[in-house]
């Protein structure tokens, strides 16, 4: 039982290129996430999705997009990346959205973007 | 809009005292209240999950307390121990998190 699985680990992109970042979950989760980490400033949610099939904004959607592929696998695209974007990113699964459930985090990706 | 705040930013305390971790939030319409704990370079693990209807949860040497209606969530730890040193961070409702608490504990 691995828990949430993030690939890469660290990254390093150039101004414009585009990359996704992996996540999957072994739980049987219903609901995943996408935070980014920035010094100082805590985690603030990029996308969620409550279950297989459904996707929304989170609270810094910009230049991002996301793609539940199965009720295992939830993805982060970076269409055409910014130093804006330079952050840890983590993944983050619970059996259900709304308030009994725990969540849990993989282990970040860093991405640094030059 | 809500704002999760945690004060102090940072906070250092001699292995055996007690300590109150402090998270306060803007909007008392919440359904759940997380503690966490992430070490350096990691990610975050859970230590205690409060519902809107419970006022506290307790596990081993935390116990974490909610006030609703004041916006307050306090995290105590009894008799620190070094291995305790790490960001701890409050969430509310699931996705909004404060910026941390970093709590050394020095032998």
């Known amino acids: 039982n691995a828990g949430v699985t993030q690939t890469p680990k660290f990254q390093v992109l150039k101004t414009g290129q585009s990359m996704t970042l992996q996540c999957a979950q072994d739980?049987?989760?219903?609901?995943m996430y996408w935070y980014r980490q920035d010094p100082g400033m805590g985690l603030r949610l990029i996308y969620y999705?409550?279950?297989?099939?459904?996707?929304d904004k989170g609270e810094v959607p910009n230049g991002y997009n996301v793609s539940r592929l199965n009720k295992r696998e939830f993805s982060l695209r970076l269409e055409s990346a910014a130093p804006s974007q330079t952050s840890v990113y983590f993944c983050?699964?619970?059996?259900?959205?709304?308030?009994?459930?725990?969540?849990?985090f993989g282990p970040g990706t860093r991405l640094l973007v030059l | 809009k809500q704002e999760v705040t945690q004060i102090p930013a940072a906070l250092s305390v001699p292995e055996g005292e007690n300590l109150v971790l402090n998270c306060s939030f803007t909007?008392?319409?919440?359904?759940?209240l997380q503690w966490f704990r992430q070490d350096p370079g990691k990610g975050l693990t859970s230590l205690l999950l409060?519902?809107?209807?419970?006022r506290e949860q307790t596990s081993g040497r935390l116990n974490a307390s909610l006030d609703k209606s004041s916006g307050r969530s306090t995290l105590y730890i009894a008799a620190s121990q070094p291995g305790d040193s790490a960001t701890y961070l409050c969430?509310?409702?699931?996705?909004?998190f404060g910026a941390g608490t970093r709590l050394t504990v020095k032998p």
């Open positions: 739980m049987n989760h219903n609901s």
């Open positions: 409060i519902q809107s209807s419970q």
């Open positions: 999705s409550a279950s297989e099939g459904t996707t």
């Open positions: 909007d008392s319409a919440i359904y759940n």
């Open positions: 983050a699964s619970s059996r259900l959205a709304g308030g009994e459930e725990t969540q849990y």
């Open positions: 969430a509310v409702n699931d996705m909004r």
